[in-house]
Every structure is written in C-alpha cells, then in structure tokens.
C-alpha cells in the first residue's frame, strides 16, 4: 500500500493546488471523518467557491437514495460549493470536470454513463450527486482510488485507480481532480456538452431502464446529462427524463469513452 500524505497537510497542499490554476478565491476545508462531504460543507457554512473533502466518509450518498461506499477510506470524497445554477449545467460540468481528472489520473480515455457515472471498462470508478438550495449549490463527487477488493455485489461493478492503473497518494487524487472541477465549472455548456459527447458511454448501446415502476429497454439515440435521454424502442421514441430514471443494464460498444 502506498504512504499517504498526512491529513495534516492537505488543506494547505490542496489550497496551493487551486492557486496555482487562478483559484485563489477557494477555500479548503479538510474534515477527518463526517457521514458524508455535504452535510460537513452544511454544518460549516461553507460558502460558493469553497470545497470539503474528508479523510474518511462513512456515510456517502448517491443518486435516488442509494449509498456510496468506502468503509476502509480508500477513495476520495469532496464537495464542491457553487451558487445555485441550472441543474443541467451543473451535471455536464461536473461529469466533464470528473472525467478530465480520471484521464489525467489514468493516462487513458474513460467514459461518463449517464447521468452521474465515470466509466473505465464496464465499470464505475466516480460519481457525482447534486443537491441545491434556493442559493447554494453542493456538488458530491466520490472516486475510487486504491481500493482493491470489493463486496460481492459490486466486484464486477466497481473499480479504482490502483486496479486499472497503480496505487496513488489521495491527496495526489485531490490535487488533480479540484483544479479540474472547478474550472469546468467554469466553462460554457456548448463547450461542455462536446466534452461530454466525446466521452458519452451509453450513446449507440441498446440499454435497460427503469423509470418508476416501469422497465424500458431500446437503443440510446441522444443524451443529456441534465434533462434525460432519448431512446428508440420497438413502440417508438421515448424520453426518460433524468430526474426518475436509472439505468439497469446496458452493453458496451468499443467507441464509448474514446476521447478524440
């Protein structure tokens, strides 16, 4: 296993890291254990422009209600804090910001599956959960970094930097992934929305989702990170819209996460 950087060092380390790429105006704060990056960035009363990250999450969420799992804090986990903004924009930036930093990380193309899922091979190494308020917007993201088993259920679902690629200091994860979140997040959508076209692992698949109660399968026309998918099925085109909808099975092509 490799040596850590001590925690005692990474608000300053991290601090540097966004200054260096014109972000002066963020603050770090670095938490040694919370339930989850959110509700610390909540409790301190973090403000738009600053960032959590916590040396152990022991509660982390993930989209419609499900957990994001690291009990021996072997991943990364940071909230980003922005003013409040168009869903949409938000999930494309941050999935765009996500993606960059695993390619750096990897030195290889991934792939971002819709809505909220960085893709390597089949398997999920981030993701991402917005939560707004009528000012602030908090921007979840969880990596996997050296983790190298996994319980049974998530064995052929999961995987982290050190299996693709070598283990890896988190604060050296932190370093890359920050800079690259945030200025994403400052980029414009029609920028964005080709990034993440590039990178859109489900577009051509034919996939299984369930909206609801309902399970729908076709062939992926169009994504949108934000809004939904379009999807050709044998009754016609349909739209699932993002908010309801999550994916059950799909079935990788080779052009998905082929960044050009």
């Not at 152990?56 to 003013?83: H, K, M």
């Not at 930093?101 to 398997?123: C, H, Q, S, T, Y």
Request: one cysteine or more; aromatic letters at 6%.
């Amino acid at each position: 296993m490799i040596g850590e950087t001590p925690i005692e060092e990474w608000a300053d380390r991290l601090e540097a890291a966004l200054e260096a790429c014109g972000g002066s105006q963020h603050r770090v704060f670095v938490v040694r254990e919370t339930d989850s990056t959110q509700a610390a960035a909540r409790r301190i009363g973090a403000s738009a422009n600053d960032v959590v990250v916590a040396w152990r999450q022991t509660a982390g969420r993930g989209r419609l209600g499900r957990r994001w799992l690291d009990p021996e804090n072997l991943g990364i986990a940071a909230t980003f804090v922005r003013t409040a903004a168009a869903p949409e924009y938000l999930a494309v930036a941050s999935a765009v910001g996500t993606a960059q930093a695993a390619e750096k990380l990897l030195d290889r193309p991934v792939g971002i599956k819709w809505p909220n899922d960085i893709i390597v091979d089949g398997r999920k190494l981030a993701g991402i959960l917005i939560q707004q308020t009528s000012s602030l917007a908090f921007i979840g993201i969880g990596m996997n970094v050296n983790q190298i088993r996994w319980p049974p259920k998530l064995a052929d679902r999961a995987v982290s930097l050190a299996q693709i690629s070598r283990p890896v200091d988190r604060l050296e994860a932190l370093r890359i992934l920050l800079p690259a979140v945030f200025r994403s997040l400052s980029q414009e959508r029609a920028v964005l929305e080709k990034e993440f076209a590039r990178r859109d692992w489900l577009r051509g698949s034919r996939a299984t989702f369930q909206r609801g109660q309902e399970i729908v399968t076709g062939q992926v026309l169009r994504t949108d990170p934000g809004r939904g998918l379009l999807l050709s099925t044998d009754a016609g085109e349909v739209f699932l819209p993002a908010a309801t909808t999550t994916v059950r099975r799909a079935a990788e092509t080779d052009t998905r996460g082929a960044v050009s």
